[in-house]
Every structure is written in structure tokens, then in C-alpha cells.
């Protein structure tokens, strides 16, 4: 009886011993077992009764010196955890592969605008670029439509709060009026960029978009060079195998002219797309008013030239067969991932 009692306090030193704490989880365990109120040691403790009077202080002590052995084991272990998980900080692996990035495509405003700026590339057309924030002079009055002309109607223009000489561009053509007054000619330009109008936004305009504005001025430019040029663009952007040139006005260029493209008639997209003409227009042109050379200091003796200017967006939503404006500022990736992403234009 005396013996079995020591043996089995020898068995739970033993176990204490050969405890493995490697997690929380096993530390809760332990302490259940040996430190919790239903523990394992309780019991020899109550066997002390049994044991003869010589014995019980060998007894005694040798079960508290087993308590304590759980009691330092849990505490030294539960320290162990802690400075283990300190020192577990999450080392990234370096030899993991790379996650991979999802390649953006480029905005159908873009593809167009580069395939423009391409194509009168070649012709010999360099880029010009000023500010969206304009004054009404290079904007309007240099351009042949000054204060109260009705043609400013015809542009809806925000102005800059409390300055009515500032306002935001309502067309590229503004660029113009700037590169005649720094440059001499032989001019050749192109002007992308982008134009604010205060128009109400619905599928078919919107209040900013973009343009392209184009200008040629030498010696004996002549209105079959600007034909030739238009027919050259539409050609290579269209694939068009005709143009026809509509009489039109505009403030700044007479005579005045729209440019349609032979589009085709058919099938129905075709028909309604080109409202059931075939023909659709693209852009304004024609040959530079006097009026404005004058204006910007070119000798009109000497010179003349030809201008154009045409809006980006409705080029791309009918290359692309984008029904409303609107998706073109939205920048919603699933509008936008449709678009190639290797294009370049
Ligand atoms: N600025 C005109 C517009 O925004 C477009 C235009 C028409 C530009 C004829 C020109 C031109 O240079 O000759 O509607």
C-alpha cells in the first residue's frame, strides 16, 4: 500500500517530465491536468492519510516537490511560447515566385489619339500642346469670333469663376492661336488635347472630351492640299476609299467645310449608324481666314494655310462601336478590359 502510493507519485513525476509543451494549446492541456482544480496530484495528496506516521513527512514532501515540478514547468514553458512567438515574425520566402500583376490595357481615347498622331506623323505633322485653362482672346477673339459674334453660342463655355476673360478651352483650336504668335511658318502642327464645353451630359455628348486640331500654313498652301491630307487621314483611320466635303462655316476658316467618310450602308449597324446616308462626318476644316493671320502676326501676302480640328471620342465609339459617351469617362475596369492590352494603337 505504502509502496504503490510513493511509486505512483514516482509515475507522475515522470510524466511531468516527459510532458511535450510545444503550443498553447498542450500548455492548456498540462495545466488541466496536473495544475487544474480537478488536477492529477490532488489525489496523492489525500492519500497521505494512509500512509504510516513515519513516512508521511517523506511522503509530504515528496508530492510538493512534484507540484512545484509542474508548477515550474508550466511557467518556464509558457514563457518559451511567448518568446517564441515574439521571435516569429513572418520571414517572407524569397525564393517564392513573384505574384503575378494584372496588365492594364490602354484607354480607348488613347488607342485612337496615338493612331492619329501616327498617321500625321508620317505626313510631317509635329505635336503642340498649351493650357486647358484659356483666355478669351487666344480662345475666341483671335480666332475670328469676337465678343457677342453669334458663333460663341455655339460652344457653351464655362468661364473661370470671377475672371469672364478666363475660361477652360471650348476646342484645341485655341493652340492655334498661340503657335501662329510664336512661330514662323512653315507651320505643321497638330493638337491633341482635351476641351470642356458646358453641355448636358447624356450617351451622345458630354461636357469634356477630346480633340485634335491641325495646321498647316506655308507659302501657296491651297485648299487641294487640304482635301489630299483629310483624304489621306480617313484612308489610313478608316480604311475609307471616299470623302466628300460639305460647305460649312466656321469663324475661323473660309471657305468652311465638313468631311464625311464613305462608311457604307450595308448592314443595319451601318444604316444606323450613318442614319441610313452611308456617309458619316468626322470633322470641320478649311482654309485659314486672313482675318485670323492677321491676328496672330502672319503675313498673309506671303502665306496661307489650312486647319482642321475633329473630336476624339466619336472617332473611337465608332471604331469600337461604343454606344454612349459616358463609358468613355467612367473608367469601369470591365468597360475597360475589352480594349487589347499589347495595343500600343
Ligand atoms: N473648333 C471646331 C469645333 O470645335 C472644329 C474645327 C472646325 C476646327 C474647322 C478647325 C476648323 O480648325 O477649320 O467645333
Given at each position: 500500500m505504502v509502496i504503490e502510493a510513493f511509486e505512483k507519485v514516482k509515475e507522475l513525476e515522470t510524466a511531468i517530465h516527459n510532458s511535450n509543451i510545444n503550443n498553447k494549446e498542450e500548455l492548456e492541456a498540462f495545466r488541466i491536468q496536473?495544475?487544474?482544480?480537478?488536477?492529477?496530484?490532488k489525489p496523492l495528496f489525500a492519500a497521505?492519510?494512509?500512509?504510516p506516521n513515519d513516512r508521511k513527512k517523506e511522503y509530504g514532501q515528496l508530492i510538493n516537490a512534484v507540484k512545484q515540478q509542474a508548477e515550474q514547468k508550466f511557467e518556464a514553458s509558457a514563457q518559451q511560447l511567448l518568446s517564441k512567438a515574439a521571435n516569429d515574425v513572418d520571414v517572407p520566402d524569397l525564393t517564392a515566385p513573384a505574384e503575378s500583376l494584372e496588365l492594364g490595357s490602354r484607354h480607348p481615347v488613347s488607342l485612337v489619339l496615338n493612331q492619329m498622331i501616327e498617321i500625321f506623323d508620317r505626313l510631317g505633322f509635329t505635336i503642340a500642346e498649351d493650357s486647358e485653362i484659356e483666355d478669351d482672346w487666344h480662345n475666341f477673339t483671335a480666332l475670328?469670333?469676337?465678343?457677342?459674334?453669334?458663333?460663341?453660342?455655339m460652344q457653351d463655355t464655362y468661364y473661370i469663376l470671377n475672371d469672364p476673360?478666363?475660361?477652360?478651352?471650348?476646342?484645341?483650336?485655341?493652340v492655334q492661336s498661340h503657335v501662329m504668335m510664336n512661330q514662323e511658318p512653315p507651320i505643321r502642327i497638330i493638337a491633341p488635347g482635351r476641351v470642356y464645353r458646358n453641355e448636358t451630359i447624356s450617351s451622345r455628348a458630354h461636357c469634356q472630351f477630346h480633340q485634335v486640331e491641325g495646321l498647316y500654313i506655308a507659302e501657296k498652301v491651297s485648299f487641294a492640299d487640304l482635301r489630299q491630307t483629310i483624304y489621306y487621314f480617313a484612308k489610313e483611320m478608316f480604311g475609307a476609299t471616299k470623302i466628300r466635303l460639305r460647305p460649312s462655316f466656321f469663324p475661323?476658316?473660309?471657305p468652311s467645310a465638313e468631311v464625311d467618310v464613305?462608311?457604307?450602308?450595308?448592314?443595319e449597324a451601318d444604316k444606323r449608324i450613318t442614319k441610313g446616308t452611308g456617309w458619316l462626318e468626322i470633322l470641320g476644316c478649311g482654309m485659314v481666314d486672313p482675318a485670323v493671320l492677321k491676328n496672330c502676326g502672319i503675313d498673309t501676302e506671303k502665306y496661307s494655310g489650312f486647319a482642321f480640328g475633329m473630336g476624339v471620342e466619336r472617332i473611337a465609339m465608332l471604331k469600337y462601336q461604343?454606344?454612349?459617351?459616358?463609358l468613355l469617362f467612367e473608367n469601369d475596369v470591365r468597360f475597360l478590359k475589352q480594349f487589347d492590352k499589347t495595343a500600343i494603337f
Open positions: 496536473f495544475l487544474g482544480t480537478k488536477n492529477c496530484i497521505i492519510r494512509d500512509i475670328n469670333t469676337p465678343e457677342d459674334h453669334p458663333a460663341r453660342d476673360s478666363r475660361l477652360l478651352r471650348t476646342h484645341t483650336s485655341s475661323f476658316t473660309e464613305w462608311w457604307g450602308c450595308d448592314s461604343i454606344d454612349d459617351i459616358r
